[in-house]
Nanobody
């Protein structure tokens, strides 16, 4: 009952920028946090950034100073501005929402987008 639609991925050269967007829809009751994970070939899915309902932000050390997470509360949309991109940022980026929906109201559940490919060439 919660859908996450991602957009903004693509191919850029090292040093370039991209902005990812993720719009959540459905019977959302409450949101604990929204954020981004990524998974590169040969690696496990790892945290990139999250922003909580109280606006607390957490970044992976590898992206601090380069990436910025933000949100539009009215639209249930989260953004990831990625600057100074490096080849090691190449991965599939997944939007995630932890919260409660109209079909699961007694506990938080994690919801995931389909993934957006980000490729950074050297």
């Amino acid at each position: 009952q919660v859908q996450l639609v991602e957009s903004g991925g693509g191919l850029v050269q090292a040093g370039g920028s991209l902005r990812l967007s993720c719009a959540a829809s459905g019977s959302i009751i409450s949101i604990n946090y929204m954020g981004w994970y990524r998974q590169a070939p040969g690696n496990q899915r790892e945290l990139v950034a999250t922003i909580t309902g109280s606006s607390a932000i957490d970044y992976a050390d590898t992206v601090k100073g380069r990436f910025t997470i933000s949100r539009d509360i009215a639209k249930n949309t989260v953004y990831l501005q990625m600057n100074s991109l490096k080849p090691e940022d190449t991965a599939v980026y997944y939007c995630t929402l932890r919260g409660r929906s109209g079909v699961v109201t007694f506990r938080d559940r994690d919801y995931w987008g389909q993934g957006a490919q980000v490729t950074v060439s050297s």
